[in-house]
């Protein structure tokens, strides 16, 4: 969403937000609840064809294939904003793969904080 | 980092005095802390800036995967492998929360890349060296991810809320980025003569470009000032070249290797470092274009590009005759 | 699965866990090739955590390969170490990615066997393999599933994309064979309660595949003409040794080094 006086950006066709340009996919926002959550979470968006496709990216860019996990996209030109203040997308931490942690690794403490 | 050409109004920053009182609310909102987020009015020259800062950044991201990704077929075990190929899968993500990010300023994803492709926009001049052992992977990922550590984690500050949601995501991922590079170098330089060899040459190659990453002196930097005012910026080049010297000397010690500048002295009175700085010149040159790797990674995004057009226009078309058949059948 | 289990020996155990393995690190390693090059970064990421879920995989198959052969050789050792002849993947693996589409053929002609197997296997009479078995069909139903959306997505798509998904599938189509032929190490396991005779796969993978090309708008090869040589590793394509030159370079020029 741009400002109201903002001109397009060169070389792009002006739409609102979220709203799909002609020759591109979509964008879709994501929401997530994790195993252990009571309800759904933004995390971000991406773009995919459609809602089928979206709800697998969502799966491999968000949550790193974690199971149990309950996978929401709307498609952004859908969604109505009400207030300007947007509550800020959170951490899924991917389990399965332990070496992403930071924790994996043994760094020793002379090295400094890393 | 990631602001290479961009430019302000040049007229310098104005004071609040100066500002419409639409401006000055804004300002005043950025210096209490508060987010500015897409709804919300900001001067062109605020939404101006940080597309091609985020732009900038994100496509950083994407052309970071090649001198990485250049290892993942060689990488000499499984474990080793499937560590380099999570992490620029991470790069991958990280490009996608920033392209997202840029995109509630008004600009497409698709349009940011013709941007990158044709030239018109940059990516961090680091991507332009090339990685040539094993051990690169080792320098890459605690030299280079350590800069975008240093100058990351102020910006999960940065004014512009999906920018900072973006980031805080980012330095999640981030810290076992540099860990597992460090890991590589510990494991290389404590083990045979070819491997402490193939750690120190990695150690030669990289240390300059890495210090370039921060950009040159910006003390006087006009463009400088007014991004610290919007705070797109956090700190100035200076302070954090010296942060990430001060950090990577004992780093150095540690693994029995010497930081390729023979003037690198503790300073008791400044209580930091003193260090050569990286040559310039060959800082510019690279941003012209004419650094080591500039032509190849260009051509690779690009050929990336252009073979994968009919991928997804395939996969679109089918989308569209999906829907087309669902409408029918309603 | 037969009631009567007889003990396989030690060698043609090793050969077959080897078979799932080596299948695996080939098709790991080659879709790993992508990363950085993918059409869309989508795309790319999720490429990624294939050739993730694969090298995984095949840590978990080489290392009990490793283990039942009892001479020293753990996972990394067979991988980086053998050479083509050694090597008991399937053909169909370690054709080149060629374009996108190829690939995405190549996986899904893949995944479709490769689900069905690990199923079977979960009842296998051996625990250790049931439970690799176990963890690695939640993975590989996933991949399934995304390399049939794709197939469908792109047969179906423009009349470029199809035409590029025909190519694809009229090149891999004669390496479908390989996966239903069974041989005296197949008979081994099947007499073990190990796995299952590859045969029996068959029609399913038929009915399975038949209905994907249906509503990808894809027309299957009339011939069912399977090239053989390399689950048995008697002929693996050239392909393979290219492949290993990158793979294993490493490790071959700096023997005496820990990584």
Redesign the interface.
């Known amino acids: 969403m741009s400002s109201p006086e903002a001109k397009p950006y060169p070389g792009t066709q002006a739409v609102d937000h979220g709203k799909a340009r002609a020759d591109e996919w979509p964008l879709f926002e994501i929401f997530i609840r994790g195993q252990h959550g009571l309800s759904h979470r933004h995390v971000g968006s991406l773009h995919a064809a459609d809602a089928e496709m979206a709800i697998k990216n969502a799966r491999d860019v968000y949550t790193r294939r974690n199971e149990g996990v309950s996978i929401w996209v709307v498609e952004a030109a859908h969604i109505a904003a009400s207030s300007p203040e947007e509550k800020g997308p959170l951490y899924e931490p991917a389990n399965d793969k332990v070496y992403r942690h930071p924790t994996f690794f043994d760094i020793p403490d002379e090295v400094g904080a890393m | 980092m990631y602001a290479q050409m961009i430019k302000s109004t040049g007229q310098g920053v104005k004071s609040l005095e100066e500002m419409d009182p639409q401006e000055r609310a804004f300002q005043e909102r950025i210096n209490a802390g508060g987010k500015i987020e897409p709804k919300d009015w900001m001067p062109e020259g605020y939404r101006k800036n940080l597309i091609r800062q985020i732009g900038q950044h994100a496509h950083s991201e994407i052309v970071g995967q090649l001198p990485e990704g250049n290892w993942i077929t060689r990488a000499p075990t499984l474990e080793r492998k499937a560590i380099l190929l999570a992490k620029v899968q991470d790069e991958a993500g990280h490009g996608l929360y920033l392209y997202c990010a840029a995109e509630t300023l008004g600009v497409s994803r698709d349009q940011l890349t013709r941007d990158l492709l044709s030239g018109k926009m940059k990516y961090s001049s680091i991507f332009n060296y090339p990685t040539l052992t094993w051990a690169d992977m080792g320098a890459v990922g605690w030299l280079v991810d350590g800069a975008a550590i240093m100058n990351q984690v102020p910006l999960q500050r940065t004014s512009y809320g999906p920018y900072a949601r973006a980031m805080v995501r980012i330095c999640k991922e981030e810290s076992f980025h540099q860990r597992q590079g460090y890991d590589i170098m510990m494991k290389m330089a404590k083990g045979t003569d070819a491997q402490r060899k193939m750690a120190q040459d990695a150690l030669n190659r990289f240390w300059g470009p890495a210090l370039m990453m921060f950009g040159p002196s910006d003390e006087n930097s006009v463009h400088s000032a007014q991004s610290m005012a919007w705070k797109i910026k956090m700190n100035s080049n200076d302070e954090l070249r010296q942060k990430f010297v001060d950090e990577c000397v004992p780093q150095a010690e540690y693994l029995g290797l010497t930081v390729p500048d023979p003037d690198l002295k503790w300073n008791e009175e400044r209580g930091h470092y003193d260090f050569t700085q990286p040559d310039w010149d060959e800082f510019f040159d690279v941003l012209k274009g004419n650094g080591p790797c500039n032509t190849e990674r260009l051509a690779a995004r690009n050929k990336a590009w252009d073979d994968g057009a009919w991928v997804r226009d395939g996969l679109m078309a089918h989308a569209a005759k999906k829907r087309a058949a669902k409408l029918a059948a309603e | 699965m037969s009631t009567a289990i007889i003990d396989p020996n030690k060698g043609d155990l090793f050969e077959f866990l080897c078979r799932m393995g080596d299948n695996t690190l080939v098709l790991g ?1 080659r879709v ?2 992508w ?12 490429l ?2 294939t ?2 879920d694969l ?2 995989q ?2 978990l198959w080489l290392d009990l390969a490793g283990k039942v052969e009892d001479a020293g050789r753990d ?2 050792r067979l ?2 170490h053998r050479d083509v002849w050694d090597f008991r993947n399937l053909l169909l693996v370690e054709q080149p990615n060629g ?3 190829q690939t995405i053929m190549r996986q899904f002609l893949f995944d479709a066997w490769h689900l069905s197997q690990l199923t079977a296997l979960m009842e296998s009479s051996d625990a250790q393999i049931a439970a690799i078995a176990e963890k690695s069909s ?2 590989v139903t ?1 991949h399934l ?2 390399a049939t ?2 197939v ?3 047969g ?3 009349e ?3 035409r ?1 998904m025909q190519n694809a599938l009229d090149l891999l189509w004669p390496y479908v064979g390989e996966m239903f032929v069974a041989d005296a190490v197949d008979e081994a396991m099947v007499a073990a309660g190990i796995a299952p005779d590859p045969a029996s796969l068959r029609a399913a993978y038929d009915t399975l595949v038949n209905d994907v090309f249906t509503v990808a708008t894809l027309t299957r090869p009339e011939s069912d003409f399977g090239h053989r040589g390399g689950k048995s590793g008697k002929r693996h394509s050239e392909h393979l040794g290219h492949m290993l030159t ?2 294993q ?3 071959r020029a ?1 023997p ?4």
């Open positions: 390693h790993s090739e990363c950085g090059h993918a059409p869309v970064l989508e795309e790319d990421i999720a990624a955590n050739a993730l090298i995984g095949t840590t996972a990394d991988a980086f374009d996108f589409g939640k993975e996933y599933e995304r959306d794709t469908i997505g792109l179906d798509g423009t470029e994309s199809h590029r990158q793979m370079w490493l490790q700096y005496d080094a820990t990584w």
